[in-house]
């Protein structure tokens, strides 16, 4: 999926217009979830390296381990995001997102622990530090938007902010400033740590 043929119809939690390629890696959500968080990632592999197949290998538990001496630090991990954000702009889904994706890991954001329960986990191809794609942010600022129009989006924050000291993604290079421009959410959607030096947006 590209930004200019970016469709809003749903499948349950499946936005159709997605390419789907579905994990083993998720759950139920816990009785009474409110899916009222978005957190955004920054993943390659290897690292900085763009465009493979490695990305979604890991995603769906067929990442040959033995294909670059990095994998190794990963090996065994099963992990999984609701949606992936490649350079390019194409959007995939590999969870439901009415199910629990394995994302966050150990996280806490407004009051509540174990994020995964009630958040939407995004992945965007990138390196920590370094810059996004215009593509990415088109169809991230329109993923977002769709998510709000479905379920009950309150607060967007990164990985950083909801595992701060454990994460550091999607890092410094994100522009959560021309995300906040494109999404036209108030700065109470968002980390206090990005807003602060940006005026609020009605």
Not at 23 to 46: F, K, W
């Amino acid at each position: 999926m590209r930004p200019e043929t970016f469709e809003a119809s749903w499948a349950g939690g499946w936005l159709a217009s997605a390419r789907h390629c579905p994990s083993p890696n998720h759950g139920p959500r816990p009785a009474g979830a409110l899916i009222d968080l978005i957190v955004l990632h920054s993943i390659s592999l290897p690292p900085g390296v763009y465009g493979g197949p490695e990305v979604e290998q890991l995603f769906t538990n067929a990442l040959d381990w033995d294909a670059h001496p990095y994998f190794g630090q990963i090996r065994g991990m099963e992990v999984s995001a609701h949606f992936f954000i490649r350079r390019d702009g194409e959007l995939v889904q590999f969870v439901d997102v009415d199910a629990r994706a394995w994302h966050a890991g150990p996280s806490s954001w407004r009051g509540r622990e174990n994020c995964n329960d009630d958040s939407i986990g995004i992945e965007l191809e990138g390196l920590e530090g370094e810059p996004f794609e215009a593509a990415q942010y088109a169809t991230l600022s329109q993923l977002c938007h769709r998510l709000k129009e479905r379920y009950p989006v309150t607060h967007i924050a990164g990985h950083e902010h909801i595992a701060p000291g454990r994460k550091q993604d999607p890092g410094p290079g994100f522009d959560w400033a021309r995300l906040q421009h494109d999404l036209a959410w108030s700065s109470a959607y968002f980390p206090d740590a990005v807003t602060g030096a940006n005026p609020p947006i009605a």
